[in-house]
């Protein structure tokens, strides 16, 4: 098979699969909210609820648009765009596998190797930030400007520490593409530890996590669309099918981030202590590892939920005192230490 | 209470203060002149016997139908019959009463100013209670008295540009009132 | 005297700040509610409350009832807690015609309001919960208001707007299964307190939400007549109950939390001990109720058509929110000739904008919640 | 003015954030678990909040519940009614209009008392359900159900007149859902002496044949509307 096909079905293949992930991901949000709030949750559409989010979809679709009145054209239609797509192409370097073997040629199960697959990521990932404040700029609306203007103070302030977090991942590993990183993870060290990066970076991970929660605009950091604050911050205007794609690509964005967690801390497609690749064949070991992946995937997806759901909101200044005075200088502190133990251990 | 009614008499009484006091079940209530409002609610506030210190509401009345109601037993309908007049001139139409409370001591007292028709303007209390500012306010809207020296005498639950006075007595209680009864600057 | 709010302000920093209108269609507003805010970025410069977007006429309404038909309209006040209202408007026409009512009468009242109260601190609990992003609280909450809401349903059949008790007494003894009821209940209610504690309390995203945000200094409190929690949040020991027992409230054994800055944080702890309170007193209440004999009159002796004679008095007693004052004045027809309803929240709710003033536009929602303004009592 | 307020000191739990949100997530984890569970049992009612209710009618509603009204008939079944109108005159919402008639020869099994009401009519939309006339009525003959779907599609629908208001009686008799007799409320035996005299006097004037109860507060109307036409 020619390269550029097998490009082509992994794109499409992985673009059908993160969508499903999202939509499955609606429904698991409201259930479990319901469920830990002791009540039932969306249980009508379908068995146990299921097909919630394909109802929502279709209203969605056949909603309405409504163009505020002073709203800019331009702008108001590009927000949701600009916020999907990155989302989306984000995951273009994310692996979501290891490999698998078809007729003596190896695929890997990654849309794109590239060697600087993280700095492609950090960089897509920033660019979301356009999405909600163009969006909520062209709104015309109060609210929607201050969850836009909320939303890139809180981007800006932790895409810092994110950045910081993984630049010692990468001390750690000593390489920018994620696919190596993950194949690192393997093993042991300190002989009863996992290679996992959570093992390596401890602080490196909490730092990480929290900053992922700031980027994905989840509570505790969802200001921008603080609801009963600022009615939906960047989103308040918007209906429709405009709203799906900010809604979606919020999903979007969280798997995204969670397939990164796991990629670069949580030993990607490997499992402790044991090497299953050697028991099994080369096409069912890249669907093994697919699976593993995103079974590892899908608890992190579940941690976001289960957040979302226990704690409060944080308040606009809060955030920014947290990210600028606690997070960053551990991020840098975090950092200096790591450069000491590899200077040390070299 | 008659302990209490002795100590206000004393406070108020000697400066002339005191138009009438009146007893209803245990609420003493003192009617002041309307001109000294202010002289009296400091010395409520500030006389250490009293110490009438927390404003718990003013509100207004409307006199209206009061005295009428008051004196005649109702005749049977139909009948057409004259309501007799008390000598001297009809008192004030409108009242405006203020509660207030001792926290020290757990009394409470209504102070009453009545206010005529012709002349809507009372003293505001804001100055020594900012609880006074939406209730007095709200007399504003619902009355049309005039508190003079509130910071911010505007309507308050109608809108700003309600024509009527909705509390007073003679406001109609079907169809759209304001529209036939209008009293907005007069 | 029609001053834009924008005005009032420093006229030289005018470009900068931005007029927010927030409400009255919010989803953090509580119904009716409208602020408009002035704001320089996230910060409050100015905040005017709007009201009146709830305005049905109450007392107008009050004055062209009788006295019992007015009875289901004070539950439209604060519908939170109808019968704390019901309760008080009784209470004042008892006192203008001098009716004494029966002990046990005045126990069923005292185990009802004490109910109610529950209810509403765990709205407004619950609510401030859901305003400042915790969500989950307020279902734990509220699903044991519902349980509260069942007795009151079992009790005469109504669940919110309950037309609780009759001038003179009540209208109905306490259901049969109430004791068995309460029983269940009560462990479920503290069990759903300790787990909102342990949601928030501590959680150090809510002390910092709270603490410190919209605090108020008691002389300032009195000054603008604060009454019920959030007077006693800002330190002041003050509760009608105590001060000036009504229902035989004497002969219970309870504390009046107090807190210490008058926050969010303070008004909060004040509602959440309270509840504990308010469990207490209807144990106590239910104790007495049970020594007195079966068929003890639950109700004074009253003519049909009420007609009290001529005068006026002030009754009040302590509801969820403070102060709940009726005056009511008599022209010796069976129509009161002026009532008078004093809202607690109503004389909190005019501070607002010295409350919020300096804060975020976050803090002004937090602040909006924790003082429990319900726009029915606010607007009546 | 709001003032500042010296922060409390947090503890070093409190000031990490992880410990205390560890907590609370372990909570909602404990309710998770629990309702998932629940979920799984059998039956309409499982997790204990949620009634799934058009299908799960199982929920009790208290036996003196104040639902849909109903006219009822005695134990003969003979309409209670009497047509006295004190309902009409203790309704706060000014909903109910009765018209008397007189019961004919020959009609004492269908009414009980010598007047019955020739028309009965209930404005659903303006009734709030406070249960006053129920308390008011002398003879137990309208009351409250326990019905309460209400909704309707158009406002005549939300007209109950006679006959209606007989056919809930009659369904609710067919349910078993009929509220059960009033307790009388032990008063207060010996009488203070009364403050005012009560106007228990004033007898309502009787007039043969049908007569409108006209509405409580129709007098006072046009009162208040003769003074303000000067």
Redesign the interface.
């Known amino acids: 098979m020619e390269g550029w096909v097998i490009a082509i079905i992994k794109v499409v293949f992985i673009w059908v699969w993160v969508l499903l992930i999202a939509t499955v991901m609606t429904w698991v949000e409201r259930r479990g909210a319901a469920m830990m709030q002791d009540r039932l949750g969306p249980n009508r559409a379908g068995p146990f609820g299921l097909f919630q989010p394909l109802a929502d979809g279709i209203k969605l679709f056949t909603k309405e648009e409504v163009l505020p009145k002073k709203a800019h054209k331009v702008l108001w239609n590009l927000g949701p765009l600009l916020f999907a797509l990155p989302a989306f192409s984000a995951y273009a370097v994310v692996p979501f596998g290891d490999k698998i073997i078809l007729g003596g040629k190896e695929i890997i199960l990654q849309v794109s190797d590239v060697n600087i697959g993280f700095l492609y990521v950090l960089a897509i990932g920033s660019l979301a930030v356009y999405g909600i404040v163009l969006g909520g700029w062209g709104s015309n609306n109060k609210f929607s400007i201050l969850g836009g203007l909320r939303s890139t103070a809180q981007l800006i302030s932790y895409e810092v520490p994110l950045g910081l977090a993984l630049l010692a991942v990468v001390f750690v590993y000593g390489s920018f593409s994620l696919r190596d990183i993950a194949l690192a993870q393997q093993g042991t060290f300190l002989g009863f530890l996992p290679n996992w990066g959570v093992f390596k970076q401890p602080l490196g991970f909490i730092l990480y996590m929290v900053a992922i929660y700031a980027e994905a605009n989840r509570v505790p950091f969802d200001l921008p669309e603080a609801e009963s604050e600022i009615v939906a911050g960047y989103h308040t205007e918007y209906g429709s099918m405009e709203l799906g794609l900010y809604l979606f690509g919020e999903y979007v964005n969280l798997v995204t981030l969670s397939t990164l967690v796991v990629v670069l801390y949580f030993g990607a497609w490997h499992i402790p202590y044991i090497d299953i690749s050697k028991f099994l064949g080369p096409v069912s070991w890249g669907i093994v590892s697919f699976l593993i992946l995103y079974l590892k995937v899908a608890f992190f997806l579940w941690l976001f939920v289960w957040v979302r759901w226990t704690i409060p909101r944080f308040r606009y200044d809060q955030v920014m005192g947290l990210g600028w005075k606690a997070l960053i200088p551990l991020a840098l502190f975090n950092l200096f230490i790591t450069a000491l133990f590899i200077q040390l251990s070299a | 209470m008659e302990d209490l009614r002795e100590r206000v008499e004393k406070c108020l009484g000697p400066k002339g203060l005191v138009v009438a006091m009146t007893e209803c079940r245990g609420d003493l209530s003192v009617e002041v002149p309307k001109a000294r409002l202010l002289d009296v609610m400091h010395l409520l506030k500030d006389t250490p016997d009293l110490e009438f210190d927390f404003l718990s509401d003013v509100f207004g009345v409307d006199n209206l139908a009061f005295y009428e109601k008051q004196k005649p037993k109702k005749k049977p309908e139909g009948e057409e019959t004259e309501v007799k007049k008390e000598k001297g001139p009809p008192p004030p139409r409108f009242e405006v009463i203020y509660l207030l409370l001792s926290l020290k001591r757990t009394e409470r007292l209504q102070v009453k100013v009545r206010v005529a028709e012709d002349d809507m303007e009372v003293d505001s209390v804001t100055s020594i209670w900012k609880a006074a500012t939406w209730p007095e306010r709200e007399a504003f809207d619902m009355f049309g008295l005039r508190f003079k020296g509130h910071p911010n005498l505007k309507r308050l639950l109608m809108w700003d540009e309600f024509p009527a006075y909705p509390l007073r007595k003679d406001y109609p209680l079907e169809g759209r009132g304001e529209e036939r009864h209008l009293v907005y600057g007069e | ?3 834009d709010p924008v005005s009032q302000v420093d006229q030289e920093r005018l470009g900068e700040l ?1 007029t ?1 209108n927030i409400g009255p269609s ?3 507003m509580h119904g009716t509610l409208r602020v408009i805010t002035v704001t320089d970025g ?1 910060t409050i410069v100015k905040a005017e409350p709007e ?2 977007y709830l ?1 049905r ?1 109450v ?2 309404l009050g ?4 006295y ?6 004070t ?1 439209r006040l604060n519908y939170c807690s109808a019968i704390p209202n019901n309760v008080s408007y009784e209470m004042a026409v008892e ?6 009512v ?1 002990e046990k009468a005045q126990l069923i009242r005292v185990i009802m309001m004490e109910l109610a109260r529950i209810a509403d601190h765990e709205v407004c609990v619950g609510i401030l ?8 609280p ?3 909450l509220i ?1 044991q208001r ?1 349980e509260i809401y069942e007795i009151f ?6 669940r919110l ?1 309950n ?1 609780f008790g009759r001038i003179g ?5 306490l259901p049969d299964d109430f004791e068995e009821r309460w029983r269940e209940l009560k462990p479920n209610l503290r069990k759903a307190n300790e ?1 909102t504690e ?3 309390t ?8 709270t ?2 945000v ?4 008691p002389e ?1 409190a ?4 604060f009454t019920g929690p959030c007077l006693r949040a800002c330190g002041v020991k ?1 509760d009608l109950r105590k ?2 027992p009504y229902c035989m409230y004497d002969q219970f054994d309870f504390n009046i939390p107090v807190g210490e ?1 008058g ?1 969010v944080f303070d008004r909060y702890k004040v509602r959440m001990i309270e509840m504990e309170e308010s469990i207490k007193i209807i144990d106590q209440a239910y104790k007495l109720y049970k020594e007195m004999p079966a ?7 009253v ?3 009420i ?8 009754s ?1 007693l302590e509801s969820p929110n403070g ?1 709940l ?1 009726f ?1 009511v ?1 008599s ?5 009161a ?2 009532i ?1 309803i ?1 809202p607690p929240c ?2 909190i ?3 607002f904008n ?10 002004l ?1 937090a602040c909006i919640s924790s003082l429990n303004v319900v726009a029915g009592e606010l ?2 | 003015m709001a003032r500042p307020v010296v922060k409390k000191k947090y503890t070093l739990g409190e000031r990490i954030y992880l410990l205390e949100i560890l907590k609370g997530m372990a909570l909602t984890w404990k309710h998770f678990v629990f309702n998932v569970k629940a979920s799984f049992r059998p039956g309409p009612h499982t997790v204990p909040t949620c009634w799934q209710y058009p299908e799960d009618r199982t929920r009790e509603i208290s036996p003196v519940y104040r639902g849909l009204h109903m006219l009822c008939l005695d134990e003969k079944g003979r309409e209670k009614c009497i047509a006295c109108g004190t309902c009409a005159k203790t309704c706060p919402a000014h909903c109910i209009t009765v018209k008397k008639g007189k019961r004919k020869e020959g009609e004492e099994d269908k009414y009980a008392g010598k007047m019955y009401c020739a028309s009965f009519d209930i404005d659903l939309l303006h009734c709030i359900f406070c249960g006053l006339c129920q308390e008011a009525c002398p003879k137990e003959a309208i009351v409250l159900g326990r019905e309460f779907e209400l909704a309707q599609y158009t406002r005549e629908e939300c007209h109950l007149d006679k006959q209606k208001l007989l056919a809930n009686y009659r369904k609710a008799k067919e349910e078993g859902k009929l509220r059960p007799p009033r307790k009388a409320v032990p008063v207060v035996p010996a009488p203070p002496k009364p403050e005012v005299k009560g106007a228990s006097s004033k007898a309502t004037e009787v007039k043969k044949g049908q007569v409108e109860v006209k509405k409580a507060t129709k007098k006072a109307k046009n009162a208040e509307k003769a003074k303000s036409g000067d």
């Open positions: 005297m029609n001053q931005v927010i919010h989803p953090a996230e009201i009146g305005h006429g007392e107008k004055e062209n009832l009788t019992h038909q007015f009875i289901p309209i539950d006192k203008l015609m001098g009716i004494e029966p919960g859901v305003d400042l992003g915790a969500f989950t307020f279902f734990y699903i519902e349903e079992w009790y005469n059949g109504a707007t037309t007494g009540v209208d109905a003894d787990e342990k949601l928030l501590h959680n150090r995203i809510w002390m910092d939400r603490i410190g919209s605090a108020f200094s300032d009195l000054n603008w007549g003050r001060d000036e800055h926050d068929d003890a009159p639950l109700k004074a002796r003519p049909k058509v007609k009290p004679p001529a005068g006026e008095v002030y009040a102060e004052g005056f004045r022209d010796g027809s069976d129509k000739y002026r008078r004093r109503y004389m709710y005019q501070a010295d409350l919020v003033k300096g804060g975020m536009v976050a803090d929602i607007d009546r």
